[in-house]
């Protein structure tokens, strides 16, 4: 398997620009988790899904962050508009829960670095 | 609600010496708990986890973690560290039932010097 995709790698963009990151877990995968990485605040959850429905969204910074899961095997995650505080490392992870033949492992992307000018 | 510490935000030792990471996690149910590293501009991969049983875990590359209950701690530690292992090592804990958040420590900078 590819593990999990994540695209585009990098990312820079003006201020007030919509970005959209992406994100195809791993086939098979029940649970998908977008995560920010900062010096300041370390990892921060922001939303999971479970079967492509949003569960827990309570870390999703304020409303112009907004993520989908049309299906099983692709995400988004957009910033409308974006600003130099959103400037981070988003990582994408899947897992398969235990009860279903999984491990309790998150597999995590190799991110995407976001620079807002 | 759980809480993870990682005390530690960096770490320098030498080479050929042991290292301890600590980490103290805080939860009113039980959890599992996890140790992740992070190698530069990659993401993260999972070092090693106790879900049940002997609570003495290790990784194929010669880390050890183990989980105390009544300190509620799970400490990782390797007796010889090598220059390779300098990286990001993150400690996370998730509910054993219920909600499926993980809830990652603020991590551990360790440096291997030569």
Redesign the interface.
């Known amino acids: 398997d590819a593990g999990?995709i994540q695209s585009p790698r990098h990312e820079v963009t003006e201020m007030g620009q919509e970005v959209t990151l992406r994100c195809k877990p791993i086939s098979g995968h029940d649970?998908l988790?977008w995560y920010r990485q900062t010096m300041m605040r370390?990892?921060e959850?922001l939303i999971?899904f479970?079967n492509n429905v949003p569960?827990?969204d309570s870390g999703m910074p304020e409303d112009r962050f907004s993520a989908k899961m049309p299906n099983a095997s692709f995400s988004t995650l957009k910033i409308q508009p974006s600003e130099p505080r959103d400037s981070a490392v988003y990582?994408c992870?899947s897992s398969l829960?235990?009860g279903q033949g999984g491990?309790?492992?998150?597999?995590?992307?190799?991110?995407t670095r976001l620079t807002v000018t | 609600a759980q809480s993870v510490t990682q005390l530690d935000s960096q770490v320098p030792v030498f080479e050929e010496a042991p290292v301890e990471l600590r980490c103290n996690y805080s939860s009113s149910v039980s959890v599992?708990l996890?140790w992740?590293v992070q190698y530069p501009n990659?993401?993260?991969?999972?070092l090693l986890?106790y879900?049940s049983g002997s609570t003495l875990v290790e990784s194929i590359n010669g880390f050890e973690a183990e989980f105390n209950k009544s300190q509620t701690s799970f400490h990782l530690r390797k007796p010889s560290v090598h220059i390779s292992d300098t990286a990001e090592y993150?400690c996370a804990v998730?509910s054993t039932s219920g909600?499926?958040?993980?809830i990652?420590g603020?991590?551990t900078r360790l440096k291997v010097l030569a």
């Open positions: 999990v649970y988790f370390g990892l959850l999971y479970n569960i827990d990582f992870a829960r235990s491990n309790y492992e998150q597999y995590f992307g190799p991110g | 599992y996890f992740y990659q993401g993260l991969q999972l986890k879900l993150f998730t909600t499926y958040k993980y990652f603020t991590g």
